[in-house]
Nanobody, 123 residues
Framework: QVQLVESGGGLVQPGGSLRLSCAASGNIGSIDVTGWYRQAPGQQRELVATIASDGSTNSADSVKGRFAISRDNAKNTVYLQMNVLKPEDTAVYYC?????????????????WGQGTQVTVSS
């Protein structure tokens, strides 16, 4: 079983910064792509940024130049540094990880989600 635990959300004024963290624990063989998604009230969940095991990244146009994603493979942790936050960044942010779990029948791929952390940008 794999668990993802997010931290770092909160209330911040426009123009401010926050850093989200997501730590994976459990029977982890390796983590392929991992990243962050967000969902605002009444809207669908959308991609924010992802990072692959080779360090290559992908991010939404709306956050390019403001958000940076990184990962620490030794700690099975992914980070999202959010700068110059805007009110439209307000949402619940979810961590996602494509985890490879070793089992008796071989390696099994799991698509894991965290419980979400609220980010509110308001003056």
């Amino acid at each position: 079983q794999v668990q993802l635990v997010e931290s770092g959300g909160g209330l911040v004024q426009p123009g401010g910064s926050l850093r989200l963290s997501c730590a994976a624990s459990g029977n982890i063989g390796s983590i392929d792509v991992t990243g962050w998604y967000r969902q605002a009230p009444g809207q669908q969940r959308e991609l924010v940024a992802t990072i692959a095991s080779d360090g290559s990244t992908n991010s939404a146009d709306s956050v390019k130049g403001r958000f940076a994603i990184s990962r620490d493979n030794a700690k099975n942790t992914v980070y999202l540094q959010m700068n110059v936050l805007k009110p439209e960044d307000t949402a619940v942010y979810y961590c996602n990880a494509k985890v490879v779990v070793p089992t008796v029948i071989g390696r099994v791929n799991y698509d894991c989600w965290g419980q979400g952390t609220q980010v509110t940008v308001s003056s």
